[in-house]
């Protein structure tokens, strides 16, 4: 049974960091795309981070050069790394593991190719 648990979400101030963490089960990690999204209310969910199953990064333009995804095969953990945080960087943020198939493991930062995700960790930044 796959299940993916998000942890280290928090409040912050602007300028701080923090360092989200995404244990995944009942699947192989590098067998798969694996990305960050969030979602404010009333907005739809959007794509922050990816990797896929070669190491490979994409990310959103807002949060080029200040977040930084990674993964540890070995314990099957997916990980976001966010520096500068801003106000408008809160959001529930989810992990999300792309659905199977041929294009399991490439890069995709659509929310219509992923089929599992976390319960999502609040991350809420003040001015």
């Known amino acids: 049974q796959v299940q993916l648990v998000e942890s280290g979400g928090g409040s912050v101030q602007t300028g701080g960091s923090l360092r989200l963490s995404c244990a995944a089960s009942?699947?192989?990690?590098?067998?798969?795309?694996m990305a960050w999204f969030r979602q404010t209310p009333g907005k739809q969910r959007e794509g922050v981070a990816a990797?896929?199953?070669?190491?490979?990064?994409g990310y959103a333009a807002s949060v080029k050069g200040r977040f930084t995804i990674s993964k540890d095969n070995a314990n099957n953990t997916l990980y976001l790394q966010m520096n500068s945080l801003q106000p408008e960087d809160t959001a529930m943020y989810y992990c999300?593991?792309?659905?199977?198939?041929?294009?399991?493991?490439?890069?995709?930062?659509?929310?219509?190719?992923?089929?599992?995700w976390g319960q999502g960790t609040q991350v809420t930044v003040s001015s």
């Open positions: 999300a593991r792309r659905g199977g198939g041929w294009f399991a493991a490439s890069l995709s930062l659509s929310r219509r190719d992923f089929d599992y």
């Open positions: 009942g699947y192989t990690v590098s067998h798969y795309c």
């Open positions: 990797i896929d199953g070669f190491g490979r990064t």
